[in-house]
């Protein structure tokens, strides 16, 4: 068991080690375990037991509020557990929490013509994506990634280990899809129902100056809950050098289907955009592939970052909602900044799981900056950014949140209270330490 303790060489980097996030908290940990088998993991929760230390997990290290540092708690780290496997009969993937989404687990599947709705990003873990909801490739259409979870292999507070599903540990699995870094036991490893791998998959780019964009976010509101299902619908600011010194509105769609014609029949309804006149650039259903989708959610997340991220589930009608998105879509605050606004339209019926909140439109604003200096003026847009949403907002994602500094309610109040009992029950001496912040899942506009 590789245990790092405050005070031994290499602590320090050993309580930072794979966070993305550059801003990094002034939390520190009692010590840092490596874990490379569940042996480790399961010794390491006991260990904690023993000396009264809380404990905090570390999957991928993707967390914008590195939910892992946690003050005078053992944060395990399951970097070193790579298992990674696929049945041929069941189409049931397996995994540990630190394997990445897009650049492990997604080219480990292809070769088998399987498909998983993983994180955008391909350097996400699908740990903490995974707890989280998942909000995945095409959620709008094919379901968040945690309703993929057919069980989970997981050490509890008592640090035994066991599995969860839905007729087994069912408390367990209910808790695994969507309470997040709440979750009261360490996942060592999931089971994945996978998908066929798309046939084809096409895009649609329109750029717009940012003069159009209530002309356009109206319009799209109206109509992104008639797409056809099979498309990821996502508007966003961001600013293209080679396109403009200014920051532009794209509306992109990419279509997974079976061919070509299926493609450009579910990507029309974008044509009918009336402002396509006026359009800085058009692409039109043009073949794409996920690994080049991939490349550039890549290139828009480097590594080396400071990072402060919001978001917020939004609701009404167009008139009220466009207005107070304006600032967080047309004032960002530098030129690595992006904006984004994502469909979820027409809203799936959840299943049964401690992920229960959303509504038809996502939006999410992601400020990333490298100079210290710059903390309080980006995290200062950050917090106004939302505050203009606040009307419009019916709740948020845990996995763009910092709970710290803002919190609004991320389950509905029945599975709260669901989720607090299972706790109770699984956890009655507090080993894990839950949500930063000290969550209430109510709104506390805490700017």
Known sequence: MNLIERGTPGFEQACSDRIFNRRLPDRSPA????????????DGVRLARDRGWQV?????GHSWAQWSVRDDALVIDLGGLRELGYDETTGIATASPAIQGGTELAPFLAGHGRFFVGGHCPTVGIGG??????QGWNARGWGWAAEYVEAIDVVTADGELVRADATVNSDLYWAARGSGPGFPGVVTRFH?????APGYVAQTVQAYRLDDFDEVMTWLQGMHGTVDSNVEIVAL?????????????LVTAVALVADAPQ?????????????????LFVVDAVPTTLDEQRARQLADNPEGHRWAVDNAWLTGPAGDVVPAMRRAFTTLPNEKAFTIWFSMAPLRELPDMAFSVQSEIYLASYVLWQDPADDERHQRWLA??????????AGQYLGDSDLSRRQVRFMSDDAWQRYRKIVTERDP??????YLGGALNRNHWAG
Not at 267 to 276: E, G, I, M, Q, Y
């Open 263 to 279: 493609a450009d029949a579910a990507l029309a309804p974008l044509r009918a955009n009336p402002a396509l006149g006026r359009a």
């Open 31 to 42: 010590a840092v375990l490596r874990a490379t088998s569940e042996k480790d993991v399961i």
């Open 192 to 196: 994945l129902r996978t998908l066929p």
């Open 129 to 134: 994506f995974l707890l989280q909801g998942g």
């Open 237 to 249: 600011t961001k600013t293209d050098v080679e396109l403009s010194p200014y920051p532009i509105l």
């Open 429 to 434: 001496d507090g080993v894990f330490c839950g």
């Open 56 to 60: 905090a997990v570390r999957s991928g």
């Open 384 to 393: 106004a950014a939302m505050t203009d949403l606040e009307p419009v907002t």
